[in-house]
């Protein structure tokens, strides 16, 4: 197509573009300058260009990939007594004092137990509250994270 007739057909691409919801002055100028650079403008006939004036407008959509998560665990230890456990679980990972309390006690019977599911963001900085707060105390209280 001549730069010419693309000018003429200027109206027609811009109803079309209007139509798509594309950005029509934007869309515009690119093709003009496109055709002005390769010279489609000046090749007259026989370009190899087909005639037909339409153009294909296709959208991706971004999907955004949910986060990896990951346990926070804390680990059972014989010198950490069973109230610091209890105040950190409130404290750190908002839980009342029943639900503390039964967790801690899973983690005294079982060796280890779940404090909750986070993004590694999170549960990395949960972690290391709860260890810096176990030093700061002086109790040996172990605290990991797992991907689940």
Request: charge should be positive; hydrophobic fraction near 40%; aromatic fraction near 8%.
């Amino acid at each position: 197509m001549r730069l010419a007739a693309f000018i003429l057909a200027a109206p027609a691409i811009l109803r079309h573009g209007i139509a798509l919801g594309v950005n029509r002055l934007g869309w515009f100028r690119t093709q003009a300058a496109r055709m002005s650079d390769s010279g489609e403008g000046d090749n007259g006939p026989g370009n190899g260009d087909n005639g037909s004036g339409t153009a294909v407008i296709t959208r991706t959509k971004t999907r955004t990939k949910k986060p990896s998560m990951y346990r926070v665990l804390l680990l059972n230890d014989d010198y950490t007594p069973m109230e610091f456990v209890v105040l950190v679980l409130q404290r750190y990972f908002n839980k009342t004092a029943e639900q503390a309390t039964q967790i801690m006690l899973h983690v005294h019977r079982n060796g280890v137990g779940e404090c909750g599911v986070y993004t590694y963001e999170v549960a990395e900085t949960k972690v290391t509250q709860v260890m810096d707060f176990a030093h700061k105390h002086q109790h040996p209280l172990q605290c990991i994270m797992e991907k689940k």
